[in-house]
């Protein structure tokens, strides 16, 4: 339509008018319940959201009654669509501004000027006077401004959307209820800001509570929240940023309490200080402990940023500078550094202390989530310093009745609260010569020693309860006796340790073992050591005898509970028994190993034999049942030794790596230990066999095993104090592996370890077991390590290729790591695609010049021994390999011929087509394998015969091959035990 009819006010309250009628019937006529319909109404509402924002007001005024009847009518705060709900919401906050005037209220909450430039002119101006401001002049009208009856509809739709189940509809209520507020009188603005308040009631949801607190945020900010009213707001922003309700296996108010650090984001800027000033200890005091306590890091971060804003706009937090430098936006992301570092200086300021700890108490040792109780005891353990007094008298009594009440996670974080702060008051005790009874009241100490009887009687133990129970008490156990408590034949140690052989046998999980041993060592440690120094001998028989019958049980994690008992046992109590416990975790380890089970135990043995080892001193003359000594140190180093060539495999995948890794740390934990105070009886074997191990995983394909096995390596080569005895080639290894390369080497990242694993080809002592671990490495399935160790393997093969000896010594070590693994698939599989690298590179070049080579020869027998494999990777392999040997000279090269000959009929078919077309590249390469005149009719029929046909059309094409290559034809033979081949 021209402008110029649009300027007419006729044509332009017909367009006006027909716009409507058509929204409104729109509106009217669909639903959301197709898609289409939903649609039409959505842009039907945006269409009148946009007339409403840009129209102006007494041009549409007229039509708003009717809007808003119509938006009563359809109800679309209980469509389905979050979308039309907030259209809804945006709608009607637009017809609240077209019924008010546009006004500034004023009586609202003035700081400063609005704008940057308003505030420099002010302060460079030296005129005292002001002129009258509008805001003055429209003072006089406030009490003769009628406001309509819609404008209370509006106030009440905008309520029921803070309470919506979206955000989306929340943030746009929240929008609206400050833009409708800024247009009221004073009295009527403080009945909406009263009716937002009514959110805040515990009997609402989360989400009104966070509608609440967006709301509050959008008042402040326009300064429609007078001071005033602040004694109200403050408490109720305090208690949202603390808000979390459990629902189900997690909780809500994450919002809340980032909406929450919103308002006090909102507040720094809207308020002076000296109105905010009564309310700066509650405010800062939550902000930081949302910011150090709180669960999600996007709360912990939003709530650092609103302090940080009250500091710098408000300058009357305590300490707000030093407090921010240390909990700033990025240090607060790590929840572990929050609660165990950052807190710890936090509440060296004391106007911070008693709240951080009052808050742990109260929000987060009975906290759903198990972390979040765990980190909240251990942080209650680092403030203790900061107010031991507040603790032992009001901490610790307030928490022993929470410890056994019927809330079973109050239960679980009460006890292991009140274990770390009592091991934390008796550190403190130390410091001046007084015991932890002396600090703790004896009700407390006895309360303390009757938890365990009240839970036991109740049956805590029991059932789900029992998982977090019973770790839980064992921390308590351990922390006890760490602390030193007057127990001693009391009958609660019986109890104590009841609770721990039955935890043992209760074949519990890994996680909750490490609470049970150390509460053992603990408890040994103090309450089963007489005062000689010597251990409590009826004692020391039953758990000893004890834990090496639970080494053969049939459940495995009673095994592994039996190991790391043994192994957590103090030195006395392994004293006179090292000889019975040695042969109790061995042959748990043997007996295993054979059935391919308990993998795990295996690995706990592995660990329990290095630290009974550790534990007991080691004497050259000592005797075998006390002391790690010349005679039964080949028997551990045997034990561990063994374990190094544990690959059980199930489908987990290669779970002995668990105990390889296990077998490596034990192994340099003995040997430095033995090193540093009986050199004399390590034999040159023993170290010379655990060096090459090392090497072997060194080389190895998995990249978190061989770097432990790498840096292992390097430890024990490089130990100076002390240092290792009888490392074979010494001098070659620290010219290889420089000191540097302790720090610099990734053995993680195949680009860089391999480079260096392979220059141990070169030394006779290692080479077998390098090869051996390359094996896996080279003819393995992960792209970056077969890249990275084939490249190393042929710079080194290259660099030795006009070094006949040595290109025969690898040659020798290649047949020994073949023939030693010739049943093993987990090596000869692998072995054959390294090997069949190997040729393709033409790496043994020197010995094709040579007739009848000793090595093709050896090679090509230990070949025909998978012949008849019924594994179709390891068929495929010794294919590759017996074209790649058909470089070689002399009559070796019929036997190969033969061998692919007799392939050709294998009862496989998909074996017959891999060796046809394997055949075919092969004389492609190396046309000098057969006469030319018969060339081209050979590779004719290797090319057009379907070799997956039966056996009886294909024997007859393979036995005119044998005629043009002058092979003598196969015969037929037929096995019952073997997979047949003619």
Known sequence: MDERFMTRPDVKQKCLGEFLDWSLTTISQTNDESMRDIMVLDGALQSLATLFKHAKRDDVLQYAPAVMQCLEQKRLSESSQAMLRKLGVKLIQRLGLTFLKPRLAAWRYQRGNRSLAANLSASQSTTVSTAPTPVAETQDLEEDYDIPEEVETVIEHLLLGLKDKETIVRWSAAKGIGRVTGRLPKELADEVVGSVLDCFSFQETD?????????????????????????????????????????????????????????????????????LEPFVTQIASSLVITAVFDRNVNCRRAASAAFQENVGRQGTFPHGIDILTAADYYAVGNLNNCFLNISVYVASFPEYTKAMIDHLIAMKINHWDGVIRELSTKALHNLTPQAPDYMATTVLPQLLPVAVGVDLHGRHGAILACAEITHALYKLGLQTNRSVVDIISSECVDALKNIHHTVNDRKQYRGFGGELMRPAMCCLIEKLSLSKMPFKNDPVISGWQWLIDDTIKSSVKDANMVAVVSALSALCEEYYQTELGTADSQMQDVLVSQYIEGLKSHQMLTRCGSALALGCLPGFMIHGKLKQILEGLTQMCTVSQKEGTFTESRRDAVRAIAQVVVKVAVCAHGTPDSALCSENVAEVYGALLHRMNDYTTDSRGDVGAWVREAAMSSLME???????????????????????CLAQQAAEKIDRYRAHAGNAFLRLLHSTEPAVPHIPQREELMSIFPVETTTSLNWNAPSQAFKYITQLLGLPQYQYHTLLGLTVSVGGITESTVHFSSLSLFDYLRGIQDHSAALTQFGDALLSVFRDNLRNDKVSIPFLKM?????????????????????????????????KAKDISK???????????????????????????????????????????????????YDDV?????????????????????????????????????????????????VQVS
């Open 207 to 275: 989400n009104a509570w966070h509608g609440g607190c967006l709301a509050l945020a959008e008042l402040g900010r326009r300064g429609l929240l007078l001071p005033s009213r602040l004694t109200d707001v403050v408490p109720l922003i305090v208690k949202s940023l603390t808000y979390d309700e459990k629902r189900g296996a997690c909780s809500v108010g994450s919002n809340v309490r980032d909406a929450a650090c919103y308002v006090c984001w909102s507040f720094a800027r809207a308020y002076e200080p000296k109105e």
């Open 670 to 692: 003995v040997t430095l230990l033995v090193a540093g105070s009986a050199p004399e009886i390590l034999q040159p074997d023993l170290v010379k066999c655990m060096m090459c």
């Open 835 to 867: 090997l069949n690298q190997i040729l393709a590179n033409s790496c043994f070049e020197i010995f094709t010049t040579q007739e009848n080579h000793p090595f093709c020869l050896d090679l090509l027998n230990l070949c025909k021994e998978f012949r």
């Open 875 to 925: 068929l495929r392999a010794c294919i590759s390999v017996l074209c790649g040997l058909i470089q070689f000279q002399g009559d070796v090269r019929k036997k190969v011929l033969s061998q692919l000959l007799m392939l050709l009929c294998h009862s496989f078919p998909v074996i017959r087509k891999t060796t046809a077309s394997q055949m075919y590249e092969m004389l492609l390469t």
């Open 930 to 978: 057969i006469e030319p005149e018969v060339l081209d009719d050979v590779m004719t029929l290797l090319s057009d015969t379907n070799w997956e046909s039966d056996l009886s059309t294909v024997r007859t094409q393979r036995n005119q091959l044998c005629d043009w290559l002058a092979v003598p034809r196969p015969q037929a033979v037929t096995k019952q035990s073997a």
